[in-house]
């Protein structure tokens, strides 16, 4: 055990000579917190901190540091409270799979150097941008849901991506009313259950001896967020670069609960290849241009619609939508029987 130790110390300082710019991770009592390249800890040992956190082993006996980084092909990070980003893992140059979701992460700088990830799970963040993305060639399955993305991009060197996971994305002052509207919504239920309890010979403030009534939760206008009232929030958008990047090979896009209405869906018609949309929970609202951008998506087989609303309430929704197209044969998570669309275009 000595002699390994002292092994893994030599190669620690060979890579100590190797330059790691950027932010690194260092292990707390509770989190890993980001700490700049200025530290006075060595750089290598804040990445080997960091991949043995993820690794959940430790190199074998007689096994170099850098042979080790290169065994390790999946890394768990997930719900750590990982801040900043994560560069470092840029040494384990044969990642395949990278578990990141529910941390703090802003950023994803230093992805794009992996050149051999296939399945990136970033759920559940604090990103903003993806000015500083740069998505590795291999990768088939990305999740970005529940961060605070706006615009899409950085996706122009995917070749083989296969499932894009983008739902929920939220912006830092909807989480502020979010919490608000929570908190509002405990204290009317604390407010009725304790109006309930004590219903009789309950004194008011006044003094008086008239039960108390609890306040109820009024309900947002129509097509309004919940969350935020009468406010919309930005629909999302993917960078036509990236759209098209991504058309020859996409087969699943998932947008639920994004703020998008119609002419904010149509750009993805160019994925001629997608076989399954999930655009739940959005402000579609017009049955014309969702057929127009069915009938010209010949391989699409799956969608989900409901949650707009506007676009499920008007009349003959699912035979509108059935006619339109030959391909989809469910909607809704309802099969489509031939017999049905026979009926229907008869």
Request: hydrophobic residues 40%; charged residues 25%.
């Given at each position: 055990?000595?002699?390994?130790?002292?092994?893994?110390?030599?190669?620690?300082?060979?890579?100590?000579?190797?330059?790691?710019?950027?932010?690194?991770?260092?292990?707390?009592?509770?989190?890993?917190?980001?700490?700049?390249?200025?530290?006075?800890?060595?750089?290598?040992?804040?990445?080997?901190?960091?991949?043995?956190?993820?690794?959940?082993?430790?190199?074998?006996?007689?096994?170099?540091?850098?042979?080790?980084?290169?065994?390790?092909?999946?890394?768990?990070?997930?719900?750590?409270?990982?801040?900043?980003?994560?560069?470092?893992?840029?040494?384990?140059?044969?990642?395949?799979?990278?578990?990141?979701?529910?941390?703090?992460?802003?950023?994803?700088?230093?992805?794009?150097?992996?050149?051999?990830?296939?399945?990136?799970?970033?759920?559940?963040?604090?990103?903003?941008?993806?000015?500083?993305?740069?998505?590795?060639?291999?990768?088939?399955?990305?999740?970005?849901?529940?961060?605070?993305?706006?615009?899409?991009?950085?996706?122009?060197?995917?070749?083989?991506?296969?499932?894009?996971?983008?739902?929920?994305?939220?912006?830092?002052?909807?989480?502020?009313?979010?919490?608000?509207?929570?908190?509002?919504?405990?204290?009317?239920?604390?407010?009725e259950e304790e109006g309930t309890d004590g219903a009789k010979g309950t004194d008011m403030a006044d003094g008086s001896d008239e039960p108390t009534t609890a306040p109820t939760a009024q309900a947002p206008a129509t097509g309004a967020d919940p969350f935020t009232g009468g406010a919309t929030m930005p629909a999302l958008s993917i960078a036509p670069a990236?759209?098209?990047?991504?058309?020859?090979?996409?087969?699943?896009?998932?947008?639920?609960?994004?703020?998008?209405?119609d002419e904010a869906l149509e750009p993805i018609v160019v994925l001629q290849a997608l076989t399954s949309l999930d655009a739940r929970h959005n402000r579609l609202s017009s049955v014309a241009r969702l057929q127009q951008l069915l009938v010209r998506m010949p391989q699409l087989v799956s969608v989900l619609l409901h949650g707009n609303d506007e676009l499920?309430?008007?009349?003959?929704?699912?035979?509108?939508?059935?006619?339109?197209?030959?391909?989809?044969?469910?909607?809704?998570?309802?099969?489509?029987?031939?017999?049905?669309?026979?009926?229907?275009?008869?």
């Open positions: 055990r000595a002699l390994a130790r002292r092994r893994l110390c030599q190669d620690a300082e060979e890579l100590s000579s190797r330059s790691i710019h950027g932010s690194y991770f260092h292990p707390n009592s509770s989190s890993f917190s980001l700490i700049s390249g200025s530290s006075k800890m060595p750089s290598h040992m804040l990445a080997e901190d960091l991949i043995m956190k993820g690794a959940k082993r430790r190199p074998t006996l007689g096994q170099s540091i850098s042979d080790f980084y290169a065994s390790i092909t999946h890394l768990h990070f997930q719900n750590l409270r990982i801040v900043g980003d994560v560069e470092p893992i840029r040494l384990c140059a044969n990642l395949r799979v990278l578990y990141l979701y529910e941390n703090r992460l802003t950023s994803l700088k230093g992805i794009g150097q992996l050149r051999k990830l296939t399945n990136l799970y970033a759920q559940d963040n604090r990103i903003a941008d993806l000015a500083d993305f740069e998505a590795p060639p291999a990768l088939t399955q990305l999740y970005l849901g529940g961060n605070r993305l706006s615009l899409i991009e950085g996706l122009e060197g995917c070749e083989a991506l296969e499932e894009l996971h983008l739902e929920g994305q939220r912006q830092p002052e909807r989480e502020v009313v979010e919490a608000g509207f929570l908190a509002h919504i405990a204290t009317v239920r604390i407010a990236s759209l098209m990047a991504i058309a020859p090979t996409l087969r699943k896009l998932v947008m639920h609960h994004n703020g998008l209405d499920k309430s008007a009349p003959k929704f699912r035979e509108r939508v059935i006619v339109a197209t030959h391909a989809v044969a469910e909607l809704d998570g309802k099969p489509i029987k031939e017999s049905e669309r026979a009926f229907l275009l008869q």
